[in-house]
């Protein structure tokens, strides 16, 4: 079973930044379109980005379109999420997913998921 293994988390000021990793084997990274989840507190999860493999085509979120870039490090199997002047509403658990299985990427038909690592936005 694929274990996406996720990091950097943290609670910030607003306007401040954070860097999110998702770390994959070769087997999975290689294949996979690769995406961020958010879900904030008593709220439904939604997507934040995804991007895909060859060209690493990407779409945002509108909530988060011009703060954050999501990228793939080929050479590391990772992917990240650089998230730039957060805001308080940025505030949730944040989790990857690799592998689309159906439907649009932020209907989240991913089959391998992270454990998710906590994003707090204080202002």
């Known amino acids: 079973q694929e274990q996406l293994v996720e990091s950097g988390g943290g609670s910030v000021q607003a306007g401040e930044s954070l860097r999110l990793s998702c770390a994959a084997s070769?087997?999975?990274?290689?294949?996979?379109?690769m995406a961020w989840f958010r879900q904030p507190p008593g709220k439904e999860r939604e997507g934040v980005a995804v991007?895909?493999?060859?060209?690493?085509?990407?779409h945002y979120a509108d909530s988060v379109k011009g703060r954050f870039t999501i990228s793939r490090d080929n050479a590391k199997n990772t992917m990240y999420l650089q998230m730039n002047s957060l805001r308080p509403e940025d505030t949730a658990m944040y989790s990857c997913?690799?592998?689309?299985?159906?439907?649009?990427?932020?209907?989240?038909?991913?089959?391998?998921w992270g454990q998710g690592t906590q994003v707090t936005v204080s202002s």
């Open positions: 997913a690799a592998y689309l299985t159906g439907g649009t990427w932020s209907g989240g038909q991913f089959k391998y």
């Open positions: 991007i895909g493999i060859g060209t690493g085509t990407t």
């Open positions: 070769l087997y999975t990274y290689s294949r996979s379109t």
